[in-house]
């Protein structure tokens, strides 16, 4: 069961040590999901991934910003796991603040340092809208942020 009373919680704490996850794009009609590498910036209303410029993934942003975010809670512990979606906007961030974003989406994964530096690189800042919780087959939950989050 959620914690209804605090779900801000839960999601913070399904993320803590989860670094990947699935990004659902769309362009033509068609969805095109990534396994990406991610990073959270501000709490749980935006989280950082990088890809080159000449993705799919890239142009569909380019042209439709929607996205959702899957992400699949750890193991383990009680309560049980989660998964979470994600859904907001998702944009490239400009030059002038790239180095300092650059370092936070570093701090949790350092092994990415020299594919963020290529040329062709784009750090994408997504703004979170919404979170669903998943926590079983009859326990799903909207999180809009606008509740408190």
């Given at each position: ?7 801000r919680e839960r999601i913070a704490n399904a993320l803590q ?15 095109h999901a990534s396994f990406m590498a991610f990073a959270m ?13 000449d993705t799919l993934k890239y142009r569909n942003i380019a ?87």
């Amino acid at each position: 069961m959620i914690d209804k009373a605090n779900p801000r919680e839960r999601i913070a704490n399904a993320l803590q040590d989860v670094s990947f996850a699935v990004l659902a794009t769309q362009g033509a009609g068609q969805p095109h999901a990534s396994f990406m590498a991610f990073a959270m910036e501000d709490g749980l209303r935006r989280l950082l991934v990088a890809t080159s410029r000449d993705t799919l993934k890239y142009r569909n942003i380019a042209k439709d910003g929607r996205v959702a975010l899957l992400v699949q809670g750890r193991g383990g512990g009680t309560p049980p796991p989660v998964v979470l979606t994600a859904h907001g906007s998702c944009a490239e961030v400009g030059e002038e603040e790239r180095v300092q974003v650059a370092e936070r989406f570093l701090e949790r994964h350092p092994d990415l340092r020299e594919f963020l530096n290529l040329p062709d690189c784009a750090l994408l800042r997504m703004t979170v809208a919404s979170w669903e919780v998943v926590a079983g087959i009859q326990d799903v939950r909207w999180v809009q942020l606008a509740e408190g989050l």
